[in-house]
């Protein structure tokens, strides 16, 4: 049988970078998924745009844009390959991309420019890929013989090394599975609990009922959670929706966001809303309602004032009282979500094997021989292309450990 110097789990961003670098360096690999298409993740990416990176990713200080029981660990590989090492690979390939919003580098035309990129690479490495192929069963090492054996649907396979890159959990439906955690305990490493991250908000339906006319309402706000040094603040847009608030900072507070404790929304963060109510008092005439369209989107300020009959007369006749009231409510709403819309639409799953048992210079697991990259480790970025920076990092110290160890 032939022995593999390498066999990688999941053809994902991880797998398929680590297998390009590694088969690159002269090692032998196997990649395998047991999805039929490889990649998918990343063709959903970014709105199929694939934001592949983010400039602004600060490898020395990783805890401000990375959620991990050990943030620090993810500084040796984000360092080791940065993303300047990525965008250089991007235009060695021809791959046109522009930078959207606070760092985020997206291809100008498809996220399948990414994955050709990495299949070529992979190609130039000598590395075979199986798809459609799931695998059964996983075998140690043992004083008999030196090897990892893999049952798998295509037969059996056996390796040197062995490296788990089967992601996380969210969106099952295109391959999402456990199995990287369940071979991370069949092995005794620890894991971090798991819960789904960059996920849209839910709320109760009858407490919601008010807001649900305002679905598809999208609009830049202040939004925190969270307490004192655990306060976590994020300025984006915000997004309505029949069963709650998704858009870029919900998604961001989500994965800072526990169960049972509220958010903080300011709706109008580039107003100063106090003053322009009374000063709307003092001169206007007009209902407070239009007043306060041309403050916030009008479908807001209708939504608001509908809810307090106090609201409902020209803004002169409105007393001060109500109108601090709905200055406070708006700037500071504070709300406890009911959950979340889990894994079926969360962007990444936070928590997955415990850093204490992987080597943050390898990728090594404390079990000799086996190696996790990518998201399946409890490492997690922001939104905005931190994620995909974490899988080429981290799949890149992975490969050259394996080239080193490999040619020692
Ligand atoms: C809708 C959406 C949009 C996103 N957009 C972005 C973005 O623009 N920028 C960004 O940085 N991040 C984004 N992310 C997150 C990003 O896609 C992931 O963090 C990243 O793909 C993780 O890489 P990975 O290689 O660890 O896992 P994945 O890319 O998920 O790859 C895992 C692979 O393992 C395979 N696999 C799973 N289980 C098994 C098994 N039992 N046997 C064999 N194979 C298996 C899967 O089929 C898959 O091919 C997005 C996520 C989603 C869901």
Redesign the pocket.
């Known amino acids: 049988m032939k022995t593999w110097d390498v066999v990688i ?9 680590c297998a390009g670098v590694a088969g690159q360096r002269g090692l032998k690999v196997l990649v ?4 039929d298409k ?5 063709r ?4 199929g ?6 400039r602004l990713l600060d490898a020395s200080a990783p805890q401000k844009h990375f959620i991990s029981q050990n943030p620090h660990f993810c500084r040796s590989a984000l360092s080791r390959y940065t993303t300047q090492d990525f965008i250089d690979l991007v235009q060695k390939h021809g791959i046109a991309f522009h930078e959207k919003h606070k760092g ?1 580098l ?1 291809c100008d035309h498809s996220a399948e420019d990414i994955i050709r990129m990495l299949l070529a690479e992979c190609a130039a490495g000598g590395v075979e890929i199986r798809s459609g ?3 059964q069963s996983v075998q140690a090492p043992s004083d008999n013989q030196p090897f990892y054996i893999l049952e798998t649907q295509q037969g059996v396979v056996q390796t040197t090394a062995l490296v788990v ?4 959990l ?2 099952p439906k ?7 955690y369940r071979i991370a305990s069949q092995f005794g490493l620890r894991l971090v609990e798991r819960r789904p991250g ?1 996920v849209p908000l839910t709320f109760d339906g009858e407490a919601w009922a008010p807001y649900a006319q305002l679905a598809g309402l999208a609009l830049p706000v202040g939004i925190e959670t969270g307490e004192k040094k655990n306060r976590m603040h994020f300025d984006e847009d915000l997004l309505f929706t029949h069963r709650g608030l998704s858009g870029p900072g919900v998604l961001q507070i989500s994965s800072y966001w526990h169960e049972s404790t509220p958010i903080r929304l300011n709706l109008a963060p580039e107003v100063n809303l106090p003053e322009r109510l009374q000063e709307a008092k003092l001169r206007s005439k007009k209902l407070l309602g239009n007043e306060l369209a041309s403050l916030v989107p009008s479908r807001l300020a209708e939504a608001w004032v509908s809810q307090d009959p106090a609201l409902q007369r020209t803004a002169a006749d409105v007393p001060d009282k109500a109108l601090n009231k709905l200055a406070e409510a708006l700037s500071s709403w504070q709300l406890t979500p009911t959950g979340s819309e889990g894994y079926k639409k ?3 799953t936070l928590g997955g094997v415990d850093t204490r048992d992987v080597s943050s210079q390898t990728m090594e697991s404390k079990q000799p021989g086996l190696y996790f ?4 480790i409890d490492v997690t ?1 922001w ?9 080429w990092a981290s ?1 890149h110290a992975c490969a050259l450990a394996l080239a080193q160890k490999h040619a020692a």
Not at 9 to 17: E, H, K, Q, S, T
Not at 38 to 42: F, P, R, Y
Not at 165 to 168: C, E, L, N, P, V
Not at 383 to 391: C, K, S, V
């Open positions: 789990v999941g053809a994902g961003a991880a797998g398929l970078f395998i998924d047991h999805s490889v990649a998918e993740k990343i959903i990416s970014g709105g745009r694939c934001n592949f990176t983010n985020q997206f192929c799931a695998v890159a089967t992601g996380g969210s969106i295109i391959g999402a599975s456990d199995w990287g960059l969360a962007e990444v990259i990518g998201e399946v970025g939104l905005g292309g931190y994620n995909f920076q974490w899988a799949a």
